[in-house]
C-alpha cells in the first residue's frame, strides 16, 4: 500500500517507517523544509516537502496514497509560544483528516497519547472508560481535542479512522522527556525521585511501530481505539530497575508539594525569557504527578501485539546510552 505518513522523522515516526518498508508497504513521508531527513533518505522512501498546519501542501501530497498515518504532533511539555499547541495537535489534525476525506483515503491511522485520559475513576482504564475531567498539560489537553475533531468527522462524515493511544514510550535515541531521564540518571543528575508512588504504563518503542502498522493492516476496525503498554511501574520502581541495571544509586525521594514548587518558579522564567526550562516544567511534574495506569491487552487479543518484556527494554536504553 501507499502511505501518506505525517511526523516521519520523528522518535515514534521512524520506526514505524522502518516497519513499513520492511512489510513491503512505500511509504510517502511529509517533510518540513527544516527537517533532518537523513534517516528517511538511507530508507529511500518518498519525501514531499509540506506543514500540517498549511492544508494546501497537504492535499496535494495525499493524492493517490491509501492510506494515512498521522504522527504529526509538539510533543513538548514547554514551548516559548504556546499557541503552537493548538495551531500542529489541534488544527493541523483537522487538516490531515479533513484532505484524507477529500482525497478519499481508506484508513487514516492517528496516534494519540493514553494521558489524554486523564485521571478516570476507574483504573487501570481501558479504551472504553470515560476520560477523566483534567489534563494536567498543554500537550495532553491539545492533543485530547485534536482526538476529538477526528472523532467527530468520523462519526459525522465516515472518515475511516482508527486511534493510537500509547502509554510512556521507551526505546534507544528517545530524544524526549524519557529519553532525557534515562540519560541524566544514568549520568548520576537526576537530583531527586518525585512522585515515587505514582505508577505509569510503559512501552517500547518497536511495539508501539508494529501496533501502527497492526492497526492499518488489521480489517473491519474502522472506529476503533487501541491502548497500547503493558508494564505499571511507579517512578521508585523505574528508578530501582535503573539502577539494577546501571549501578548507579537511586535519587533521593523528594515531597511532591516541593517539587511542584520549584518546577513551577522554573517554568514562569522560562516564560518571562523566553528560554527553555533548566529542569523538568510545571507540565511535565504535573503529568509524573498523576500517573496513567491502562489495560492494553485489547490490542495483543485483536491484533495480535506482542509487548517486550520492560527489563528488556530498559536494558537495551541503558546498554545504548552506555555505549
Known amino acids: 500500500m501507499r502511505i501518506f505518513v505525517t511526523g516521519g522523522t520523528g522518535f515514534i515516526g521512524s520506526h514505524v517507517v522502518k516497519r513499513l518498508v520492511q512489510k513491503d508497504h512505500e511509504p510517502i513521508c511529509l517533510v518540513r523544509s527544516t527537517s533532518n531527513t537523513t534517516e528517511l533518505e538511507k530508507m529511500g522512501v518518498g519525501l514531499v516537502t509540506g506543514d500540517v498546519t498549511n492544508k494546501d501542501s497537504l492535499a496535494e501530497c495525499m493524492v493517490g496514497c491509501d492510506w494515512v498515518v498521522n504522527l504529526a504532533n509538539i510533543y513538548s511539555w514547554w514551548v516559548p509560544d504556546k499557541r503552537i499547541y ?58 485530547y481535542e485534536g482526538d476529538l475533531v477526528a472523532f467527530q468527522l468520523y462519526e459525522k462524515r465516515g472518515l475511516p479512522l482508527v486511534i493510537i493511544y500509547p502509554g ?25 525521585t518525585a512522585f515515587p508512588n505514582a505508577v505509569h504504563t510503559y512501552v517500547y518503542v518497536g511495539d508501539v511501530a508494529e501496533a501502527i502498522v497492526l492497526a492499518l493492516e488489521k480489517e473491519h476496525n474502522l472506529g476503533e481505539k487501541y491502548l497500547i ?24 525521594k523528594t515531597p511532591g508539594a516541593i517539587s511542584l514548587l ?58 545504548s546510552e552506555k555505549q
Open 86 to 143: 493548538t495551531k500542529v495537535n489541534v488544527e493541523g489534525t483537522r487538516n490531515v483528516m479533513e484532505c484524507a476525506l477529500e482525497t478519499g483515503i481508506s484508513k487514516v491511522v492517528h496516534i494519540s497519547t493514553a494521558y489524554v485520559y486523564g485521571k478516570p475513576e476507574t483504573l487501570p482504564f481501558t479504551e472504553e472508560t470515560p476520560v477523566g475531567s483534567v489534563r494536567p498539560s498543554e500537550y495532553t489537553r491539545t492533543k
Open 168 to 192: 510512556t514510550v521507551v526505546g534507544t535515541g528517545d530524544p524526549k522527556s524519557i529519553g532525557r531521564y534515562i540519560r541524566r540518571f544514568l549520568a548520576d543528575r537526576v537530583p531527586n
Open 229 to 252: 503498554g503493558k508494564y505499571h511501574l511507579s517512578n521508585l520502581e523505574l528508578a530501582e530497575l535503573l539502577s539494577d541495571l546501571s549501578g548507579v544509586s537511586i535519587p533521593p
Open 262 to 319: 520549584v518546577s513551577a518558579v522554573i517554568s514562569l522564567l522560562a516564560d518571562l525569557t523566553n528560554r527553555p526550562p533548566s529542569l523538568p516544567p510545571l507540565d511535565y511534574m504535573r503529568v509524573i504527578r498523576d500517573g496513567c495506569v491502562f489495560d492494553g491487552s485489547k490490542a495483543e487479543q485483536e491484533m495480535g501485539l506482542e509487548y517486550t518484556p520492560i527489563h528488556d527494554i530498559l536494558k537495551e536504553a541503558v546498554e
